[in-house]
Nanobody, 119 residues
């Protein structure tokens, strides 16, 4: 079982930056894809970005391309989401998630961290 713990959320002004962290424990992640999702009030949870642990290939939602960067630190078993040029519409609870690289179901989720962008 994989345990995920997010940190790094907070309040920031529009145009500012934040870096979210997701510390993983329980097993090695070499066969996993790690991702970030977000859910704004009254909206469905949506995909933000993902990274394949082995090889490091990444994928982004169109709404964050060019502003957000997902990365991982193998030694720390941690995934990061660097968020730049933040907009009020980025306000949401951000969740870290993991799935097996050969599957499609995101089985492992963190508790979420709040990101609020003020205008």
């Amino acid at each position: 079982q994989v345990q995920l713990v997010e940190s790094g959320g907070g309040l920031v002004q529009a145009g500012g930056s934040l870096r979210l962290s997701c510390a993983a424990s329980g097993r090695t992640l070499s066969s996993y894809v790690m991702g970030w999702f977000r859910q704004a009030p009254g909206k469905e949870r949506e995909f933000v970005a993902s990274i394949r642990w082995s090889g490091g290939s990444t994928s982004y939602a169109d709404s964050v391309k060019g502003r957000f960067t997902i990365s991982r630190d193998n030694a720390k078993n941690t995934v990061y989401l660097q968020m730049n040029s933040l907009k009020p519409e980025d306000t949401a609870v951000y969740y870290c998630a993991g799935r097996q690289s050969y599957g499609t179901i995101w089985r492992h989720w963190g508790q979420g961290t709040q990101v609020t962008v003020s205008s």
